[in-house]
Every structure is written in C-alpha cells, then in structure tokens.
C-alpha cells in the first residue's frame, strides 16, 4: 500500500467540478487521520484499488467511528471504493467495537485489525458493502 492522499484530493477535486461534492464535504475527507490505498489480492475482488480512510484516537469514541464512516461514504460518492477504519488503544465503551463492526467499518486495536484477513468472507463482505 501506500499515502493515498494525492490520488484522494484529485478525486474530490473532480467531483467538485462536477458538482458531486462540496468543497466543504472535499475539506472534511483530507482532514482524516490516515488515508491509505492498496490493491485487493485474492477473491472476487482481486486487483481492485481501495483507499482506507482513517481516524486514529488513543481512545476510540462513537465519533471517530461516525467520521470515518462520513468520509468514506463522501468518498463513495466521488467514485472511489473507501473502506472506513479507526484505530486506538482502547474503547470509549465495550459495546463501540462490536457496533462498529456491524457498521462495517474496519476496526484496530492492540495490534489486531478486525475482521481480520484470515476471515476472508468477513472481510469480502465488508468490501461489498463499501463498493461504489
């Protein structure tokens, strides 16, 4: 994988010329904490590009889920598959993980990252879900 910041801001910028997005919605996206992309290798979607759009907190609130989700779906809207994801140390409350697992946003915590690769239906899923 690698920074997909210049290939983010590009793709705004072309949506915002075509009046898929705001300026606003396009300032919002670049100010997430991470925004990473990378090829698919395996399964249905192998060779596809997504971008990761990121919040990373010491300790993940309901907020940084909602944000990542915004992004994402802002990003979707500008023809690019974003998978949104947060990071921390810990959970605000203990029930926040598995809600945002359901949301389908991409979870990393202590050095695991949920749904992990080895659940590669759980994780196609996820990415069906995200596809633009």
């Given at each position: 994988?690698?920074d997909a910041?210049?290939?983010v801001?590009?793709?705004?910028?072309e949506?915002?010329?075509k009046?898929?997005?705001t300026?606003?919605?396009?300032?919002?996206?670049m100010a997430?904490?991470?925004?990473w992309m990378g090829n698919i290798?395996?399964?249905k979607?192998e060779g596809?590009?997504v971008?990761?759009?990121?919040?990373?907190?010491w300790?993940?609130?309901?907020d940084d889920?909602?944000?990542?989700?915004e992004?994402a779906q802002?990003?979707r809207?500008?023809?690019?598959?974003?998978i949104?994801f947060?990071s921390?140390?810990v959970?605000?409350q203990t029930?926040?993980?598995e809600?945002?697992?359901?949301?389908?946003v991409?979870?990393a915590?202590?050095?695991?990252?949920?749904p992990s690769?080895s659940?590669w239906?759980a994780?196609e899923?996820?990415?069906?879900?995200?596809?633009?």
């Amino acid at each position: 994988g690698k920074d997909a910041s210049e290939f983010v801001s590009s793709k705004l910028d072309e949506a915002i010329e075509k009046g898929i997005i705001t300026p606003e919605e396009a300032n919002f996206v670049m100010a997430a904490d991470l925004l990473w992309m990378g090829n698919i290798r395996r399964g249905k979607f192998e060779g596809e590009t997504v971008v990761f759009v990121g919040e990373v907190s010491w300790t993940i609130e309901p907020d940084d889920i909602k944000r990542a989700e915004e992004k994402a779906q802002i990003l979707r809207k500008a023809g690019v598959w974003a998978i949104p994801f947060v990071s921390g140390s810990v959970w605000a409350q203990t029930e926040l993980k598995e809600q945002a697992l359901e949301r389908k946003v991409v979870c990393a915590t202590d050095s695991r990252i949920d749904p992990s690769r080895s659940d590669w239906e759980a994780f196609e899923e996820l990415l069906s879900f995200w596809r633009p």
